[in-house]
């Protein structure tokens, strides 16, 4: 109950999401407040809100009430895979890994649900800290790499090595011959600006960025028009016009990772998806 508060703001929401009446919510969070003797709500105009320490103890509620379903699974190891599983992704994973599983679960665990939210690193590592997400599907760069969490548990799924997004007329150069030129961005992450900033930093100058576009076709029209330059991934097909030409000292590497909170993969939903993305990557 001290958890879905620190999430609804009130106990009325709160009572209707778990199935009881306002009056059992509020003497539920009384009797939890006596076990740790200290204020964990307080006022709040006519609602309430948690105090610091119930701040405090709903974060733990979430580790808390994961072991608990982790003991649980443990008295039932064979449990059928089956629920909603909320999955926060870059576009280019779901296609390539999480699409592909799905299509495999269906036919082996038809009660699995799969429910996917677009989102980039950032976005998704915000929802999983949040619980709002089971899954995110995330990636770096080599030369950017993720300063992971505690309580983050990493699968890595796979790589692909990424190059300069150039008008097609354009041979490859000296990455210094590129100092003067307009440079394109991600808009909703900053992991290929750290790349571009250390590679121009290793040919001694700072990067002119110009736009942050999140959508690479889009990145192709701008080079395709001479609006600046970026990375894409080798391998894509671009637009006619663009050529990606090849990165190698330093390569640029994407690697793409399967992220879940710390003690959340025995959950039967979770643990089919995670066995099945981790499978194609040992195929």
Do not use: C, K
């Not at 890595?156 to 041979?171: F, H, N, Q």
């Not at 190698?248 to 003690?263: K, L, Q, W």
Request: overall charge negative.
């Amino acid at each position: 109950m001290l958890l879905e508060l620190s999430r609804l703001g009130s106990m009325h929401e709160v009572a209707d999401h778990v199935g009881t009446t306002t009056s059992a919510v509020s003497q539920g969070i009384a009797a939890l407040t006596r076990d740790v003797g200290t204020p964990l709500i307080e006022p709040d105009g006519r609602r309430v809100r948690l105090t610091p320490a119930g701040r405090r103890l709903a974060e733990h509620a979430v580790t808390i009430i994961a072991a608990v379903d982790r003991a649980r699974l443990d008295l039932d190891p064979g449990a059928e895979p089956s629920g909603v599983l909320r999955v926060a992704g870059f576009a280019t994973a779901v296609r390539r890994s999480l699409l592909p599983a799905m299509d495999e679960l269906a036919d082996t665990h038809p009660g699995l649900e799969v429910r996917i939210l677009e989102h980039e690193p950032l976005e998704a590592f915000d929802l999983l800290a949040r619980d709002d997400i089971d899954l995110a599907l995330t990636y770096d760069y080599n030369l950017a790499p993720t300063a992971w969490r505690n309580d983050h548990q990493t699968a890595a799924l796979w790589t692909v090595d990424w190059g300069l997004g150039v008008p097609a007329g354009e041979t490859r150069a000296p990455f210094a011959s590129y100092a003067e030129r307009d440079w394109i961005v991600n808009s909703r992450n900053t992991a290929d600006e750290e790349v571009v900033r250390a590679l121009a930093s290793m040919a001694g100058f700072e990067p002119r960025i110009v736009h942050r576009i999140d959508a690479l076709e889009l990145v192709d029209d701008l080079i395709l028009d001479g609006r600046g330059i970026g990375l894409l991934p080798r391998g894509r097909t671009s637009r006619r016009g663009v050529r990606v030409l090849p990165l190698t000292d330093p390569r640029v590497t994407m690697r793409a990772y399967a992220v879940t909170r710390r003690g959340r993969d025995g959950w039967p939903p979770l643990r089919a998806v995670l066995d099945r993305l981790t499978a194609a990557v040992r195929a």
